[in-house]
């Protein structure tokens, strides 16, 4: 129930091309889903984030898609560029003192945008 | 760029050295954390600082000690390290209660 499943693991796409990642979970207590982007050797830096109260968020080229009934989130990268190349981790976490700062996150989805 | 500050970057260290991995951040929050990063892995969490005090230990060995000075620094206290060791250890830092979560850039530790 604490995990969180991501898919795909891989993913190539043309450049201006819209890159889909998914991700599934099944703990309902989850209110907070924010993802991740890391480039090699960089810690993950915040990319976007979204609570259950919202089925889409947009900031940029990236929107998060959330269907609460299907436990599912996605994020889309419109007009990809060769510099969003990178792995993307989705993560949830639930309020509560004995919660703070437990992200559980995906298994990480490595993207590259071809030029 | 990132306002949580490692150091050091790198570190190689023999299995029976005693070394410590430092973090810094002047943002006000006053939880911080340790996770540790596997290549090709997610970010594990290994314990989590509220006001200073431990609040959160994921069942981390004993050859990991963490220590909190003060609201804005955190360290990791290595000792007799095993080369499965050998990730990336990753500082974060968050308001208590909210859920943003900002990482360093971690320190890329070498276990010989």
């Known amino acids: 129930q604490q995990q969180v499943k991501q898919s795909p693991q891989s993913l190539i796409v043309q450049k201006g091309g819209i890159p889909i990642i998914n991700c599934a979970y099944e703990?309902?207590?989850?209110?907070?889903f924010p993802w991740y982007q890391q480039f090699p050797g960089k810690g993950p830096a915040l990319l976007i984030a979204?609570?259950?109260?919202?089925s889409e968020k947009k900031e940029g080229r990236f929107t998060i898609s959330f269907n609460k009934s299907a436990k599912q989130f996605s994020l889309h990268i419109m007009d990809s560029q060769p510099g969003d190349s990178a792995t993307y981790f989705c993560?949830?976490?639930?309020?509560?003192?004995?919660?703070?700062?437990?992200?559980?996150f995906g298994q990480g989805t490595t993207l590259q945008v071809k030029p | 760029d990132t306002e949580v500050t490692q150091t050091p970057k790198h570190l190689v260290m023999g299995m029976t050295n005693k070394k410590s991995l430092k973090c810094e951040q002047h943002?006000?929050?006053?939880?911080m954390y340790w996770y540790k990063q596997k290549a090709k892995k997610p970010p594990e969490l290994m314990f989590v600082?509220?006001?200073?005090?431990?609040?959160i230990n994921e069942s981390v060995p004993s050859r990991f000690s963490p220590e909190c000075p003060n609201s804005s620094l955190l360290n990791l206290h290595l000792h007799a390290l095993q080369p499965e060791d050998s990730a990336l250890y990753l500082c974060?830092?968050?308001?208590?209660?909210?859920?943003?979560?900002?990482f360093g850039e971690g320190s890329w530790l070498t276990v010989v």
């Open positions: 979204i609570r259950p109260d919202v």
């Open positions: 974060a830092s968050s308001q208590v209660g909210v859920d943003t979560i900002y």
């Open positions: 993560a949830a976490s639930w309020h509560g003192s004995s919660n703070t700062g437990k992200l559980i």
């Open positions: 703990n309902t207590a989850f209110d907070y």
């Open positions: 943002m006000g929050h006053r939880a």
């Open positions: 600082y509220s006001y200073e005090k431990l609040s």
